[in-house]
Every structure is written in structure tokens, then in C-alpha cells.
């Protein structure tokens, strides 16, 4: 079945630094692929999607992108800061799927210092 | 983009009652709502797909009689926790997918519910 695998945190980094958040998947079509971002006391948002292979998601200088030879989606920023702060959950949905269910990774807990 | 709110933002019950959460697409309409619940530090697990003019459907697992979904109409599904106990306290969150563009539906999260019984 289709699945989703971060890397488990938390990550935490001081401000300015690089972030990398692996996330591979296992799907048995063509998925779509989803950043959510949670910050403290609330719902997810949408951060950024791809939805076929070699697309290039971005939003707020984050990006990933859909890798399907390495089934991976690697978030990515160049320059964090301490209000990056939040869980990141990876997620995909199958389109051969008529519920748009979406099925997440465990997340992954940012700390970003001053 | 779309938005999905979710009433109250948190409730604090007695153990034996019942809670009733609410979650509307405020500007588009959607057929098939999401139910999920998320422990403390957890991920969000799908508990229910609540659909316009039929049945929820629920994962397994997930007692249906313990978890009423009603989704009334286009814009509103509800979620009613029945007889609620102290291991029923969680962050219910729902999300309603939308059409972004020609070949794709995007899923938008309510700001979630934070139930505490005690």
C-alpha cells in the first residue's frame, strides 16, 4: 500500500542555517505529493505540492522536489527562521483514489534558535 | 485559497457527555469532508470521510457510534463525540478537498478543535 517515511526530529538549527527534511515515499501509482506545515496550536496548512515527476514545489523560500527515481521529496530552505517553527508533515494523495485521501508521515518538529 | 473553519476551537466537557464539532468550507462547496485526530506529538490519523447526502465512511477501527458524522449539507459536516471519556481527549482536525486546477484537488485543513474531558 502507499506510504510516507520522514526523517524523525526534532531538527533543530540555529537561525540562517540550511534545513533539509528527507521524506521518501512507496505508492503503487503516480501520486501527488504535499508539504503541510503546523504551527504551534493549529491546523495544517498547505506549504507547497507536486504533483508529477521533476516538479518543483515552492512557497515562502521552502522548496522540494518530486524525485520518482529516488521516490523522494526532500524539503528544503536556504535560510530558516525562528518563526519556521512548526511540525512539517509530508503527505501524498493518489489520484486513482476517488476520496482524495491523504496519507501522512509521522512529521517532523523545527526548532529554530536565535 | 480556500478556507475551511472548524467551531469551537476547544471545548472542556464532563466525562458522559456529549460534544458536537462543526466544520464549514467558507468559500466553495465540498462533498466529502475529512475527520482526523491528532495526539499530542503524534500525526494525524484519518478517522472518518463524511459524505454529502449518504453515509460516513470510517477506517478501521473507528466506532461509528461513537463518532457521529452528519454532513448536512455542502458546506458543513459535523462531528459528534458520544458519551466522551478522558481517552477521547485529542485534536480533531477536518479538511475538505477543492479543485485547484484542471487535474487536481487540493485538501484544506480546518484550524482543528482541541478536546479535553474530564
Known amino acids: 500500500g502507499n506510504s510516507v517515511t520522514q526523517m524523525e526530529g526534532p531538527v533543530t538549527l540555529s537561525e540562517e542555517a540550511f534545513l533539509t527534511i528527507n521524506c521518501t515515499y512507496t505508492a503503487t501509482g503516480y501520486p501527488s505529493l504535499f508539504w503541510y506545515v503546523q504551527y504551534p496550536g493549529e491546523g495544517l496548512q498547505l506549504l507547497l505540492k507536486?504533483?508529477?515527476?521533476?516538479d518543483k514545489g515552492s512557497n515562502k523560500g521552502f522548496e522540494a522536489t518530486y524525485r520518482k527515481e529516488t521516490t523522494s521529496f526532500h524539503l528544503e530552505k536556504g535560510s530558516v527562521q525562528v518563526s519556521d517553527s512548526a511540525v512539517y508533515f509530508c503527505?501524498?494523495?493518489?489520484?486513482?483514489?476517488?476520496?482524495?485521501?491523504?496519507?501522512f508521515g509521522s512529521g517532523t518538529r523545527l526548532l529554530v534558535r536565535p | 485559497g480556500a478556507v475551511v473553519s472548524q467551531h469551537p476551537s476547544w471545548v472542556i466537557c464532563k466525562s458522559g457527555t456529549s460534544v458536537k464539532i462543526e466544520c464549514r468550507s467558507l468559500d466553495f462547496q465540498a462533498t466529502t469532508m475529512f475527520w482526523y485526530r491528532q495526539f499530542p506529538k503524534q500525526s494525524l490519523m484519518l478517522m472518518a470521510t463524511?459524505?454529502?447526502?449518504?453515509?460516513?465512511?470510517?477506517e478501521q477501527g473507528v466506532e461509528k457510534d461513537k463518532f457521529l458524522i452528519n454532513h448536512a449539507s455542502l458546506t458543513l459536516s459535523t462531528l459528534t463525540v458520544t458519551s466522551a471519556h478522558p481517552e477521547d481527549s485529542s485534536f480533531y482536525i477536518c479538511?475538505?478537498?477543492?479543485?485547484?486546477?484542471?487535474?487536481?484537488?487540493?485538501?484544506?485543513f480546518g484550524p482543528g478543535t482541541r478536546l479535553l474531558v474530564l
Open positions: 479538511s475538505a478537498p477543492t479543485r485547484t486546477d484542471l487535474y487536481q484537488e487540493t485538501q484544506y
Open positions: 503527505a501524498l494523495s493518489d489520484p486513482a483514489d476517488s476520496s482524495y485521501k491523504l496519507i
Open positions: 463524511s459524505n454529502e447526502g449518504s453515509k460516513a465512511t470510517y
Open positions: 507536486a504533483t508529477k515527476a521533476d
